[in-house]
């Protein structure tokens, strides 16, 4: 048995400097006269791959193009790597290269802090993917290697600006069939996200939301346009806060009403309309000081912002006293809130591979179409990031990753 293991050993080593591991067969027997077993390492495999990564948090001068980025590798038996074919970014992409939630996301990847601070270096952005499965754990039976797939990456993993990227099972979903990989590239986050928001928080579906009357706040962005988009498909009125010049895509989208806060304060203009069962602010800020006031009192209504100070505190204050800071606030505006007869609530992100089973459905039926304003080869995703810090985005920034990256 020594023998053997350093037979593999040495195999192993001879390859590795070409960045492969190879396929070794052994044939395994424990006495004479025994029958033989067959044992077969991983086939030859490389160990690096091509990805964009940052070695530390700051501006766009922080990205990195390597040939030498680690290969994932499955530690899990229900997790599947996939072949990215496109990514997107997202506005959390750019805030987490300046270093947003890394408190956060430090202790999700080591909850019982062994490592070193600077651990998660070299760090790979994307929270978008759509691509093929190359291989799959020993637990996953829903998918097999070759399925076409997309997923939305949880911020505390490697992200999808790679080549490849491990996932788990539970986490990816089969992509559309009515879409290619760039399209299908611009939904996972957004539609995880408003996903969260409206069903899980805010308690929404397709068969309690016809004729509500439900106000988006911040329509024209990545998770507005998924919203609208959702809950008219199952039959609520909505009315959409957005700027004149993103009327048109918004109305597109089916919007029944278009409130343009740069023709006034849009809270005089939505005083005069019903008050709503829910409301979607993607914008936050002075929003909250009047939102609340257009709900309808004590009928269940909610007011849902995606815009919380959960991951400021913990980065400003630390992980305990920012979690004691932040349960402080929401209490503290919650009862606020219900003893007026309204219910206030955050909205998270929330990885689903059962949501996008869903909205792969509501794709293919044609009742969500995405929304792609820029795309980008993937030698060219510095450029992406400048053009998504540009701000006022009517729809998403998609990286073909099949379209090679710097030579």
């Known amino acids: 048995m020594v023998q053997l293991c350093s037979?593999?050993?040495?195999?192993?080593?001879?390859?590795?400097?070409?960045?492969?591991?190879?396929?070794?067969?052994?044939?395994?027997?424990?006495?004479?006269?025994?029958?033989?077993?067959?044992?077969?390492?991983?086939?030859?495999?490389?160990?690096?791959?091509?990805?964009?990564?940052?070695?530390?948090?700051?501006?766009?001068?922080?990205?990195?193009?390597?040939?030498?980025?680690?290969?994932?590798?499955?530690?899990?038996?229900?997790?599947?790597?996939?072949?990215?074919?496109?990514?997107?970014?997202?506005?959390?992409?750019?805030?987490?290269?300046?270093?947003?939630?890394?408190?956060?996301?430090?202790?999700?990847?080591?909850?019982?802090?062994?490592?070193?601070?600077?651990?998660?270096?070299p760090l790979i952005l994307g929270r978008d993917v759509s691509g093929v499965i190359m291989e799959c754990g020993l637990n996953v039976t829903y998918y097999k290697p070759g399925d076409e797939v997309w997923a939305a990456i949880p911020p505390w993993k490697q992200g999808s600006l790679a080549e490849f990227v491990v996932l788990s099972g539970n986490e990816v979903s089969h992509k559309p069939k009515t879409m290619d990989h760039l399209q299908a590239a611009a939904v996972p986050y957004v539609a995880a996200t408003a996903w969260s928001a409206l069903v899980t928080t805010g308690g929404l579906n397709k068969d309690n939301c016809s004729k509500k009357r439900i106000l988006i706040i911040g329509a024209s962005g990545g998770v507005g346009t998924f919203a609208l988009q959702m809950v008219k498909a199952w039959g609520a009125h909505v009315t959409a806060v957005c700027s004149q010049n993103a009327e048109g895509l918004v109305r597109g989208l089916g919007a029944d009403h278009v409130v343009d806060y740069t023709a006034g304060p849009p809270e005089d203009q939505l005083k005069a309309l019903d008050k709503f069962d829910l409301i979607l602010d993607n914008v936050g800020g002075d929003t909250e000081k009047w939102a609340l006031d257009l709900l309808r009192s004590w009928s269940g209504a909610k007011y849902i912002t995606m815009v919380t100070p959960f991951l400021r505190n913990m980065d400003a204050l630390g992980i305990a006293d920012g979690m004691m800071r932040t349960g402080v606030t929401m209490t503290t505006k919650v009862f606020k809130h219900l003893c007026r007869g309204t219910h206030y609530r955050w909205g998270f992100f929330v990885p689903s591979g059962r949501a996008l089973d869903e909205v792969a459905e509501m794709v293919d039926a044609g009742q969500i179409r995405p929304i792609v304003e820029h795309q980008f080869s993937f030698a060219q995703v510095p450029q992406a990031f400048q053009q998504l810090e540009r701000g006022h985005a009517r729809g998403k920034t998609v990286v073909n990753v099949l379209q090679g990256g710097p030579q």
């Open 7 to 121: 037979t593999i050993a040495s195999a192993r080593l001879l390859c590795r400097c070409r960045g492969k591991v190879p396929r070794v067969s052994v044939l395994v027997g424990e006495g004479r006269g025994e029958s033989l077993r067959r044992l077969q390492t991983s086939s030859y495999r490389r160990t690096v791959m091509p990805a964009w990564v940052i070695d530390k948090y700051g501006n766009n001068e922080v990205l990195r193009f390597t040939k030498n980025a680690n290969f994932p590798v499955i530690n899990y038996p229900n997790e599947v790597i996939v072949k990215v074919h496109a990514a997107a970014l997202n506005p959390l992409d750019v805030s987490m290269r300046g270093g947003y939630g890394s408190a956060a996301f430090r202790m999700t990847r080591d909850p019982l802090n062994i490592k070193q601070t600077g651990s998660e270096f």
